[in-house]
């Protein structure tokens, strides 16, 4: 790891020689070339000529543990005690009393909307900006997901603006801590204790983040976390939902093992609750028990350059960073900002976006306006949904698409680059800000050039 750094950072200073000098030494002479200083887009030289960190990673180590599973031949969770050490032990990470392994992020939601009594018919107010399972895990409960708005300074979902939407069909509150970024839960969860409605946090993206003093994941009733192969804490497919309720998580285990009793949670036959197969594979829980420290380690590493970026990129006139609540402590599964065109001279985002890709930094407009690409409206135009709702409903809620202004100028503006490259060293965190600060400067050469 050490070497392979040493390595790149050699070849990238051998690469890109002189030019590095004039923007790490504070004082140092300008002796930019004129092909450094132009724009990547215009056929300068990029600032990031180097690579950036893979994902996801492993270590021979977790070697012996995986071929014991394979060879055991017991790889479901019925037959051995990989999985459940795993619940014990992120249940302790996280500082939740219990912790159910799911087989996705995707049905760790299904769970929890269906343990919290979501059901047919029923109303669960969202986060708009997020990826989009969460809108399609209220939709496969038959519930109409309803999109609160998001504030644009946080990117996280705009306490201000639930209250409004809730009916007399509402039982839940799904907000989603995004990008690893905590949700102001004080006031959601106010709100959910005045309407007696249940709170479910989207931590799929959150693992081990904080909000005054305790980890995203028991904030609301149930968490829920996944372990895609994207995820800080990967092992292909994989999610839990954690808890402090005995009696919602032995909930929890009966409908992702098949209704079977469990716990507390039994009736007098052995099928007397639906259910479905969600459950986790022994593989997937030695992967993830091999990677606690690992998350811990790359987790401050991941805040250290954030912050770093973060003092950088503020001091740019047009790039708004993020605002994170009062006592609240980010992971950062992406670094977002967002970026205002008229400080650049009218280039557009898409434009900087582009401009910056060119410059050796990979980066995306994060979230689109999602609800207009037509997964709502099929779901309000099937059967089902039209059984279970007024017609004068399902059109207010079409049209309620419309005031997400919030959301809408975030999924205008916003910049943001994957975990990974907060993984690279801290001279790559420079070159982003240096590739931002290239692009600001020559901003109306950019907005011209096609
Ligand atoms: C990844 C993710 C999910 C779904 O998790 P899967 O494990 O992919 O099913 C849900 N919500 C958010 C915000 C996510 O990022």
Request: hydrophobic share 40%; charged share 20%; proline share 5%.
């Amino acid at each position: 790891m050490k070497d392979q750094l040493n390595r790149r950072s050699f070849i990238h200073h051998a690469a890109v020689g002189s030019a590095a000098v004039a923007w790490l030494g504070s004082k140092a002479p300008m002796v930019m070339s004129a092909e450094a200083d132009k724009p990547a887009m215009l056929g300068g030289t990029p600032v990031h000529k180097g690579s950036w960190p893979g994902w996801p990673t492993w270590r021979e180590s977790w070697e012996p543990a995986v071929i014991e599973v394979l060879r055991s031949g017991r790889w479901f969770r019925g037959a051995g005690e990989h999985v459940e050490e795993f619940e014990q032990a992120y249940a302790k990470l996280i500082g939740a009393k219990r912790c159910l392994a799911t087989a996705s992020g995707t049905t760790a939601l299904l769970v929890s909307l269906h343990v919290l009594d979501v059901d047919a018919g029923d109303e669960v107010i969202v986060s708009p900006f997020t990826f989009i399972a969460t809108y399609n895990a209220v939709l496969i409960n038959k519930a109409l997901p309803v999109f609160a708005d998001t504030d644009p300074a946080t990117l996280t979902i705009d306490p201000a603006s639930i209250e409004s939407r809730i009916t007399d069909r509402t039982r839940a509150i799904l907000p989603v801590h995004i990008y690893g970024l905590p949700c102001d839960m004080d006031p959601i969860n106010a709100i959910a204790r005045k309407h007696k409605l249940a709170v479910i946090e989207d931590a799929c993206q959150a693992w081990l983040a904080e909000y005054k003093g305790r980890k995203c994941g028991v904030l609301g009733d149930l968490g829920c976390f996944s372990f895609q192969n994207s995820k800080h804490l990967p092992s292909g497919e994989g999610g839990a939902v954690t808890g402090d309720s005995d009696d919602l998580l032995d909930r929890c285990q009966a409908f992702h093992n098949c209704g079977r009793a469990f716990g507390n949670f039994k009736g007098p036959r052995p099928y007397f609750t639906r259910g479905s197969n969600y459950r986790m594979q022994q593989f997937q829980a030695v992967i993830l028990m091999q990677q606690f420290d690992k998350l811990i380690k790359e987790t401050e590493i991941r805040r250290a350059h954030a912050q770093h970026l973060t003092e950088g990129l503020k001091t740019i006139p047009g790039i708004q960073t993020v605002r994170l609540p009062e006592n609240s402590n980010p992971v950062w599964h992406l670094y977002p900002f967002r970026y205002d065109a008229d400080q650049f001279n009218g280039l557009s985002h898409n434009k900087f976006i582009r401009a910056l890709n060119a410059e050796g930094v990979p980066c995306g407009a994060g979230y689109h306006e999602q609800y207009f690409d037509g997964l709502l409206d099929e779901a309000i135009n099937s059967r089902g949904f039209k059984r279970l709702f007024s017609p004068a409903r399902l059109k207010a809620y079409r049209e309620s698409f419309e005031e997400l202004k919030g959301n809408r100028l975030v999924c205008n503006t916003t910049v943001a680059m994957t975990q990974n490259l907060l993984l690279g060293s801290r001279d790559d965190m420079d070159h982003i800000i240096e590739a931002v600060r290239k692009i600001h400067k020559h901003s109306a050469a950019l907005a011209k050039a096609s």
